[in-house]
């Protein structure tokens, strides 16, 4: 499974951005996103199934960050809103293949990973 992650960029704190993943193939049962900031360890964000439900977010997201998805493009999306600077970071899209995880807000139980995208929040 090949992730290909794009939409990064600056803004200004309050802002929005909307992240994609483009995931060629129907493959992955579900995909996530995850944000590492430098000297930080890496923080989950996002996930969602395959089927567009069953989505859980990380406690610094919920409210302003939305993820989706659309099969017909194999992509999935992270809209991003109210920005803060603390949202600074690389996010990193993410895909399973397993079909049962007791935590899917756990990066074990993903099994691909994408390259990065920069989003940067001023202040």
């Known amino acids: 499974v090949q992730l290909q992650a794009s939409g990064g960029g600056l803004v200004q704190a309050g802002g929005s951005l909307r992240l994609s993943c483009a995931a060629p193939?129907?493959?992955?049962?579900?995909f996530a996103w995850f944000r590492q900031a430098p000297g930080k360890e890496r923080e989950f964000v996002a996930t969602?199934?395959?089927?567009?439900?069953?989505?859980k977010y990380g406690d610094s997201v919920k409210g302003r960050f939305t993820i989706s998805r659309d099969n017909a493009k194999n992509t999935v999306y992270l809209q991003m809103n109210s920005l803060k600077p603390e949202d600074t970071a690389v996010y990193v899209c993410?895909?399973?293949?397993?079909?049962?995880?007791?935590?899917?807000?756990?990066?074990?139980?993903?099994?691909?990973w994408g390259q990065g995208t920069q989003v940067t929040v001023s202040s």
């Open positions: 993410a895909a399973s293949t397993y079909a049962y995880n007791s935590d899917w807000g756990l990066a074990s139980g993903y099994n691909y």
């Open positions: 193939g129907r493959t992955s049962n579900r």
């Open positions: 969602i199934a395959w089927s567009g439900r069953n989505t």
